[in-house]
C-alpha cells in the first residue's frame, strides 16, 4: 500500500478535488485518498467529508474527521483485513494528528438511497468493523445535505435522501438511552455529551445544525438547566484537550455525570413537546 511505500507527491496527480485553507488537512486527505484509490481502484465512486472540518470547528487530537466513501457494489469479506491494514499507520500517528482523526464508513452505491441494502465497512473510534448497510440516513444524512465536501469523484449527495423533520427527531429520541448509560464524567471525551446535548436542542428549538462549538454558546444562553454552566469549560477542553492532563481539570470532568444526566432531562423534555 502507498503509505507502506511511501509518497513521492512530486510525481503524482493530485486527486483532492476541494481544498482547504489548511495544508496540513488537505495533505492528510490526499494521502487518505490515494490509500483509498490504491485500495479500490476503478470501483471508488465518491469520497465526502462531512462534520467538524465542514463547520470549521476541527479540534485537533478530540475530534473525528468524517467522512463517508462510495463503492459501485458491496465491501467484500476479502477487503476487510486490507482496510483494517490500511487505517493502522494512518492511527499510528507517523503521518501527523489529522491522520490519527480519519473515521467513516466505505459503503456501496446502493445503500445511499435504500441504507439497510449492502454490506459496508466501518473505521470507529473504537476499531474497525463490517456492518450490513449503511448509517447514512437520519441525522447523519442531513448533516451531510448541510454541509459537506466532495473530496474525490462524482457529486453523490443527491442521492442521499433528506429526511424528514420527524426521522431526525426519532434519531434525536433514540440517542438518549445510550447519552444515559454511558454519560458518566471521568475521560477527556465526557464533555461530547453535554456539547451533542446542546446541539441537539438547536435542532428540535430552531431547526437548524450547528458546530459543538456553536451550540456550547448557544446552550449557555438557551437551555435551562443548571448544566449549562458547565458548557464553556467543555467547549474549552475540547478545543484543547491537553488541559484533560491537568489536575484541576480531570476533578472537573469526574464531576460530569450529574450535569449529563440533567441534559438528557432536559432533552427528553424537549423532545416530548416536540412530539
Known amino acids: 500500500m502507498l503509505?507502506?511505500?511511501g509518497i513521492d507527491s512530486g510525481s503524482m496527480t493530485i486527486l483532492l478535488q476541494h481544498k482547504f485553507d489548511d495544508t496540513e488537512?488537505?495533505?492528510?486527505?490526499?494521502?487518505?485518498?490515494?490509500?483509498?484509490?490504491?485500495c479500490f481502484g476503478d470501483q471508488l465512486v465518491s469520497v465526502v467529508v462531512y462534520g467538524s472540518v465542514m463547520y470549521d470547528d476541527l479540534s485537533p487530537g478530540y475530534s473525528d474527521l468524517d467522512f463517508l466513501a462510495v463503492v459501485n457494489d458491496d465491501v467484500s469479506e476479502a477487503m476487510y483485513s486490507r482496510l483494517s491494514e490500511m487505517?493502522?499507520?494512518?492511527?499510528s500517528g507517523h503521518y501527523g494528528i489529522l491522520a490519527t482523526m480519519i473515521e467513516g464508513e466505505f459503503v456501496p452505491k446502493k445503500s445511499l438511497a435504500s441504507p439497510a441494502l449492502g454490506q459496508s465497512y466501518y473505521w470507529g473510534t473504537s476499531g474497525d468493523k463490517p456492518r450490513p448497510g449503511s448509517s447514512v440516513r437520519g441525522l447523519v444524512a442531513e448533516v451531510i445535505h448541510d454541509r459537506a465536501a466532495i473530496i474525490y469523484g462524482e457529486n453523490i449527495i443527491p442521492e442521499i435522501p433528506k429526511p424528514t423533520r420527524e426521522e431526525i427527531l426519532q434519531d434525536l429520541n433514540g440517542s438518549i438511552p445510550g447519552i444515559r448509560d454511558h454519560g458518566c464524567g471521568g475521560g477527556l471525551h465526557s464533555v461530547d455529551y453535554l456539547l451533542t446535548i446542546a446541539r441537539f436542542l438547536i435542532i428540535i428549538r430552531e431547526n437548524r445544525?450547528?458546530?459543538?462549538?456553536e451550540a456550547a454558546e448557544w446552550g449557555v444562553v438557551n437551555a435551562k438547566g443548571a448544566w449549562r454552566e458547565y458548557?464553556?469549560?467543555?467547549?474549552?477542553?475540547?478545543?484543547n484537550p491537553e488541559m484533560?492532563?491537568?489536575?484541576?481539570?480531570?476533578?472537573?470532568?469526574?464531576?460530569?455525570?450529574g450535569p449529563i444526566q440533567q441534559a438528557c432531562d432536559e432533552l427528553d423534555d424537549e423532545l416530548a413537546v416536540s412530539n
Open 231 to 239: 458548557l464553556p469549560m467543555a467547549a474549552e477542553v475540547r478545543r
Open 87 to 91: 487505517r493502522k499507520p494512518l492511527r
Open 25 to 38: 488537512l488537505n495533505m492528510t486527505l490526499e494521502l487518505f485518498l490515494r490509500e483509498c484509490v490504491d
Open 209 to 213: 445544525l450547528s458546530s459543538k462549538s
Open 3 to 5: 503509505l507502506s511505500r
Open 244 to 257: 484533560a492532563l491537568r489536575p484541576d481539570v480531570k476533578k472537573w470532568l469526574e464531576s460530569l455525570t
